[in-house]
C-alpha cells in the first residue's frame, strides 16, 4: 500500500506541474501585460519596457517559469506586482471561503443525492422513482451561473431568508457565515445532485440483484436494513470516485458563483487576476487548486482499500 501511494504522489507532483506550465505558456501568448496594467493606458511603449525588466517579465515564459518553481518549492510563490503582497497571503485569506463553498456544496449533494437515490432504488420502476428521475433531469439542466441569480431573487430578495451579497467569516458568528454561505452553495450543488443522484441509482439497484442481497433478504431482513447494511456500500465506489473529482472541480469552478454573490474567495482573485495579466498571482492560485486536486484523488483511491477488503487484498504490495 505505502508503494502505491508514493506512485499516485509521484504522479500528482508531475501533474501538477504540467498544469502550471501549460498555464504560464497560454497566458504569455495573450496580448498585454500586467506592466500596462501598473502604468496605465497613456504609458509609452518605452515605460512598458523598462517595467516589464524591472519586473522580470521581458524574459522567456519558460524561464520566468522555472525560477518561480525554483521559489515556490521553497514555500514562496511570490509577490504580486499589482498590490505588493505576498501570493501566498493573498491565498491564505481566500482560500478558506473557497473551500467551505466547495464542501458545504459537496456535502448538501452527497446527502440529498444519497437519499433520493435510495428511494429511486427502493421503489425502481414506480411512480416515486420515475419522479425522482424527472427532478434530477430538471436539476441536470440548471447551471451555477442560471441558479444562483434565480435563487438570489427568490430566497434573498423576495423572501430575505439570506443576504443578497458579501460574506461572514466564522469568526463574526456562525449563523451569519451560514447565511451568508449556503445559497452560493446549494447553486453549486444542484447539477451534482442529479449527478449524484442517476449514477448511486444505477449501482444500487445493480447490487439489489446480487446473490448475497438475495441471501439476506432470505434470512428475514427488511428492505431497508438490506439497503442501508448491505447494498450501498458496496454501490458507492462510483459515488466516492465522482465526489473527488467533483470537489476539485468544485474549488476550481467556483469564479462564477463568487461573482455573482461577491465572496472574496480564490476564484473571484483568479478571475481579477487573469484580467490584470497578474501572472504571479494565477501562478499561485493554479498550483494550489491542482495541489489539492490531486490530493483529493490520492485519498479517493487509497479510501478504496478501507471501503471494501477485497481491493486490498487484490492492491499490489
Same mark, same amino acid.
Do not use: C, H, M
Given at each position: 500500500m505505502t508503494n502505491s501511494v508514493v506512485r499516485r504522489v509521484g504522479r500528482g507532483v508531475l501533474v501538477v506541474l504540467l498544469v502550471t506550465m501549460a498555464v504560464v505558456a497560454l497566458l504569455s501568448f495573450a496580448p498585454g501585460s500586467v506592466a500596462q496594467v501598473i502604468l496605465g493606458e497613456a504609458a509609452t511603449p518605452e515605460a512598458v519596457a523598462a517595467l516589464n525588466r524591472e519586473l522580470g517579465l521581458d524574459r522567456p515564459w519558460w524561464a520566468q517559469y522555472v525560477s518561480w518553481v525554483g521559489n515556490a518549492v521553497q514555500g514562496d510563490l511570490g509577490t504580486s506586482p499589482l498590490s505588493g503582497q505576498s501570493v501566498t497571503a493573498a491565498i491564505g485569506e481566500r482560500l478558506p471561503v473557497t473551500l467551505q463553498l466547495a464542501g458545504m456544496a459537496l456535502v448538501i449533494a452527497l446527502v440529498v443525492a444519497v437519499l433520493l437515490a435510495v428511494v429511486s432504488a427502493a421503489r425502481a420502476g414506480t411512480m416515486a422513482d420515475r419522479g425522482i428521475t424527472a427532478f434530477s433531469s430538471v436539476l441536470l439542466s440548471i447551471p451555477a451561473f442560471v441558479a444562483g441569480p434565480v435563487l438570489i431573487y427568490f430566497c434573498a430578495v423576495e423572501l430575505g431568508w439570506f443576504p443578497v451579497t458579501g460574506w461572514n467569516r466564522i469568526g463574526d458568528g456562525l449563523g451569519d457565515n451560514l447565511r451568508a454561505a449556503l445559497l452560493p452553495a446549494i447553486a453549486m450543488s444542484l447539477m451534482e445532485i442529479a449527478a449524484f443522484h442517476r449514477l448511486l441509482r444505477t449501482d444500487l439497484i445493480s447490487t439489489l440483484r446480487e446473490d448475497f442481497v438475495g441471501a439476506a433478504r432470505a434470512k428475514g431482513m427488511s428492505e431497508w436494513y438490506v439497503m442501508l447494511r448491505h447494498a450501498l456500500r458496496p &454501490? @458507492? %465506489?462510483?459515488?466516492?470516485?465522482?465526489?473527488?473529482?467533483? $470537489?476539485?472541480?468544485?474549488?476550481?469552478?467556483?469564479?462564477? !458563483?463568487? @461573482?455573482? %454573490? #461577491?465572496? +472574496?474567495? $480564490?476564484?473571484?482573485?483568479?478571475? &481579477? @487576476?487573469?484580467? #490584470?495579466?497578474? $501572472?504571479?498571482?494565477?501562478?499561485? =492560485?493554479?498550483?494550489?487548486?491542482?495541489?489539492?486536486?490531486?490530493?483529493?484523488?490520492?485519498?479517493?483511491? !487509497? @479510501?478504496?482499500?478501507? =471501503?471494501? +477488503?477485497?481491493?486490498?487484498?487484490?492492491? +499490489?504490495?
Open positions: &454501490s @458507492s %465506489f462510483s459515488l466516492i470516485t465522482l465526489a473527488g473529482i467533483n $470537489l476539485g472541480r468544485l474549488i476550481g469552478g467556483t469564479v462564477i !458563483v463568487e @461573482s455573482l %454573490f #461577491s465572496l +472574496p474567495g $480564490l476564484g473571484q482573485l483568479l478571475a &481579477s @487576476s487573469i484580467v #490584470s495579466r497578474d $501572472l504571479i498571482t494565477v501562478q499561485g =492560485i493554479v498550483v494550489v487548486i491542482a495541489v489539492v486536486y490531486v490530493a483529493v484523488n490520492i485519498t479517493v483511491d !487509497v @479510501s478504496y482499500e478501507l =471501503i471494501d +477488503p477485497r481491493v486490498r487484498k487484490a492492491a +499490489p504490495a
